[in-house]
């Protein structure tokens, strides 16, 4: 199969290890990956800030660049390694093509959506593969992030993977359903409440012993990592993806 890369803002400028795991990932399991090297922001930071003005532009480029790449062949799927990213295209594209009165741009989104994925559901609902090959001897703990959990409703897929992953011991993280706290711009304008979510979040995620949390969203990493980073907890955050491309011949430290 062929699939196009959205590497998403945080992956392109801050983590880009997550899409470059996907990208290995994809390729070791027989599938050929395409970057759109015109692709931007998708727009969810607007549209979740209520700017639904300025994030037409950025659906209409994304509509267009991905589109692009599935109606000439290039690809057959796009996936992205964020559920909020993935929520973002499906459940809000054609919403902010409407009311900006576009609504050639609106079934083109609707389109676009219907092809496109989040990492463990192309995985598992496209690919129908739960054991990927990966060797990841570490203790980890799951943190399902809102949007993969509550607007995809990914349900158990990306621990269905990760319970494949050979070496790797799965610890249940309690009240695993609640939001750490992050939320985008939540985080800055209710930080008190943002951090004492992500307080709550910590504590379980100490309480399991782990080595690592992992989670589908670079967003929900940085916060809860950056937290336990402070609490100097000794338990780092990794993506799925890192978790799932990694093997004997290149397991991370």
């Not at 880009?16 to 727009?43: I, N």
């Not at 985008?184 to 307080?199: H, I, P």
């Amino acid at each position: 199969m062929r699939i196009a890369l959205v590497a998403t803002c945080l992956g392109d400028a801050m983590f880009p290890q997550a899409p470059r795991a996907t990208v290995e990932l994809l390729e070791r399991l027989g599938h050929e990956v395409v970057f759109p090297a015109d692709q931007t922001c998708c727009g969810q930071m607007h549209v979740n800030t209520g700017y639904l003005d300025m994030a037409l532009p950025l659906v209409r480029h994304h509509v267009d660049v991905f589109s692009g790449a599935l109606s000439s062949g290039r690809a057959d799927v796009a996936v992205a390694p964020s559920g909020s990213c993935v929520g973002c295209v499906r459940h809000q594209h054609a919403m902010v093509a409407r009311r900006g009165g576009d609504e050639k741009l609106a079934r083109a989104a609707e389109e676009l959506a219907a092809r496109t994925y989040e990492l463990s559901e192309l995985l598992v609902d496209v690919l129908r593969v739960t054991d990927v090959g990966a060797y990841y001897p570490h203790r980890v703990t799951y943190h399902p992030t809102c949007h993969s959990l509550r607007m995809l409703r990914v349900g158990d897929k990306p621990l269905r993977l990760l319970r494949e992953v050979r070496g790797l011991t799965l610890t249940e993280l309690p009240d695993a359903e609640v939001c750490c706290g992050f939320g985008g711009t939540f985080a800055v304008k209710n930080a008190e409440t943002s951090t004492a979510m992500l307080a709550d979040k910590m504590a379980n995620v100490v309480s399991t012993h782990a080595e690592v949390c992992a989670a589908g969203d670079s967003s929900c990493l940085m916060h809860i990592g950056g937290g336990l980073s402070r609490l100097r907890s000794g338990v780092r955050t990794v993506h799925l993806a890192e978790i799932l491309a990694s093997t004997t011949d290149g397991v991370p430290a």
